[in-house]
């Protein structure tokens, strides 16, 4: 069977930057599941595998555009110093957990000011960044009832990372959440 819209797909994956640095990778005999067609992977991934069949094997690069977007300068903003954890020494680089209206999400530091604010990033962490996929396709076949219905309801709860959508343009076109 090949990959089409609607089916349930599993592979075995490694993702790397042009660095070479991992990101991220299935776990041995873990392969990631997913329902074609409903955003739950990013698109230029999606994309790329459609019409390949158990057993494909592959180096997938996937632009900018097709995952998490492209930087947008819209999404520094200027917070309080007094925002942060009053014990922490706030620098560029740091990573903190935010709540928004749809959940927690990341936000990078990306400058500590001397008017008692603290420049972050919203954009997501991938954003800008061209992804390499190792892709190995382990199974293609109609989904079950389960399945479905499970893929299904996520794409209501938003994505996790604070947006939804309302504004997704916050988290690019890969994040689910539009």
């Known amino acids: 069977m090949n990959i089409a ?29 997913f329902i074609t067609g409903l955003g739950q ?13 158990a057993g494909y094997n592959s180096k997938i690069v996937v632009e900018p555009e097709d ?8 999404l520094y903003q200027d917070i309080p110093r007094n925002q942060f954890p009053g014990d922490v020494d ?17 936000i990078t530091v990306s400058q500590v ?7 972050v990033d919203l954009n997501h962490p991938m954003a800008g960044k061209q992804l390499h996929f190792d892709v190995n396709v382990v199974e293609v076949r109609e989904p079950s009832a389960e399945e479905l219905a499970q893929a299904t309801a996520s794409l209501n709860s938003g994505c996790g990372c604070g947006c939804g959508p309302d504004n997704a343009d916050v988290c690019g076109t890969g994040c689910n959440c539009g």
């Open 41 to 53: 992977i990013i698109p230029g991934l999606e994309k790329a595998l459609m019409g390949k069949a």
């Open 90 to 106: 706030v620098k560029p680089g740091m990573a903190f957990e935010a709540q928004g209206p749809h959940g927690p999400f990341m």
């Open 67 to 74: 995952a998490y977007g492209p930087v947008k300068d819209n």
């Open 5 to 33: 819209d609607k089916l349930y797909v599993a592979i075995d994956y490694t993702l790397t930057l042009d660095s070479g640095q991992e990101i991220d990778k299935s776990p041995a005999g873990q392969p990631l599941g």
């Open 113 to 119: 000011n001397d008017n008692d604010t603290v420049t």
